[in-house]
C-alpha cells in the first residue's frame, strides 16, 4: 500500500524559508510523478510544483518560480519542496500527490485529477 508522510510545516516570518519533505513508500516509482499542491482557507487546491521521478524533469506554478525548488532523493523515496522568499499569501495546507504512472510524452503534472494518492497535508503559515 503507496504511503505519502510529509513533514517540515510551520510558522516563519515573510521572506523566510522552509523545506517541506514528502516520503513515499509501499512500491517502486520509477514510472511515477510527484506533485505538490496546496489550499487556502476558502480556496480550492492549486498547483505548487512537480517532479517526474525518472529523469527529475520539474514543473512550477508560475507563482513560484524562481521561489521554491521541487527535487527528489531516489535512495530515501523522498521528495522535497525548498521554499524561499516567502509571502503571507504562502499561507496555507501543502499536500503532496503521487501520480503512479505518469504519461510520458504529454504529463499534466498540474492536474490534480490525474494524482492517485495525496499525503495529510503540513500546515505552512507566513507572518507579515
Same mark, same amino acid.
Given at each position: &500500500? +503507496? ?15 522552509? @523545506?517541506?519533505?514528502?516520503? %513515499? *513508500?509501499? @512500491? !517502486? ?10 489550499? %487556502? ?6 498547483? +505548487?510544483?512537480?517532479? @517526474?521521478? *525518472? ?13 521554491? !525548488?521541487?527535487? @527528489?532523493?531516489?535512495?530515501? /523515496? #523522498? $521528495?522535497?519542496?525548498?521554499? /524561499? ?5 504562502? !499561507? %496555507? +495546507? ?6 503512479? $504512472?505518469? $504519461? $510520458?510524452? /504529454? ?12 499525503? &495529510?497535508? #503540513? &500546515?505552512?503559515? +507566513? *507572518?507579515?
Amino acid at each position: &500500500q +503507496v504511503q505519502l508522510v510529509e513533514s517540515g510545516g510551520g510558522l516563519v516570518q515573510a521572506g523566510g524559508s522552509l @523545506r517541506l519533505s514528502c516520503a %513515499a *513508500s509501499g @512500491r !517502486t516509482f520509477s514510472a511515477s510523478g510527484m506533485g505538490w499542491f496546496r489550499q %487556502a482557507p476558502g480556496k480550492e487546491r492549486e498547483f +505548487v510544483a512537480a517532479i @517526474r521521478w *525518472s529523469g527529475g524533469t520539474t514543473y512550477y506554478a508560475d507563482f513560484v518560480k524562481g521561489r521554491f !525548488t521541487i527535487s @527528489r532523493d531516489n535512495a530515501k /523515496n #523522498t $521528495v522535497y519542496l525548498q521554499m /524561499n522568499s516567502l509571502k503571507p499569501e504562502d !499561507t %496555507a +495546507v501543502y499536500y503532496c500527490a503521487l501520480d503512479l $504512472v505518469i $504519461v $510520458v510524452t /504529454n504529463w499534466h503534472a498540474e492536474d490534480n485529477t490525474l494524482y492517485d494518492y495525496w499525503g &495529510q497535508g #503540513t &500546515q505552512v503559515s +507566513v *507572518s507579515s
